[in-house]
């Protein structure tokens, strides 16, 4: 993998929850990755709308950075319902 394709996998593994294992599996075999809202992925969730603020002024870098930020804010907005979040790998 180049290092964008493995940071890129790192921040979707992050904002899942899932173990990076899981989330693998899970994307392989065409899974659902469902997140349940808890500190580790509402820290990540926040890591990453940070990141977005700052290069708001600036322009996105990079596709991974466009395809990130919809990643979050479909995970955030699925998160307003209550119970298990549904976000199908992309």
């Given at each position: 993998m180049s290092e964008e394709e493995?940071?890129?996998l790192n921040r979707r593994v992050l904002i899942s929850g899932l173990?990076?294992?899981e989330f693998i599996i899970?994307?392989?075999l065409g899974k659902e990755v469902t997140v349940y809202g808890n500190p580790?992925?509402?820290r990540s969730l926040q890591d990453e709308l940070i990141k977005f603020i700052k290069l708001y002024g600036k322009g996105l870098e990079d596709e991974n950075d466009d395809e990130m930020l919809e990643?979050?804010?479909k995970t955030i907005l699925a998160m307003r319902k209550k119970g298990k979040t549904?976000?199908?790998p992309v």
């Amino acid at each position: 993998m180049s290092e964008e394709e493995v940071d890129l996998l790192n921040r979707r593994v992050l904002i899942s929850g899932l173990t990076k294992q899981e989330f693998i599996i899970n994307s392989i075999l065409g899974k659902e990755v469902t997140v349940y809202g808890n500190p580790y992925v509402f820290r990540s969730l926040q890591d990453e709308l940070i990141k977005f603020i700052k290069l708001y002024g600036k322009g996105l870098e990079d596709e991974n950075d466009d395809e990130m930020l919809e990643l979050t804010l479909k995970t955030i907005l699925a998160m307003r319902k209550k119970g298990k979040t549904e976000v199908y790998p992309v």
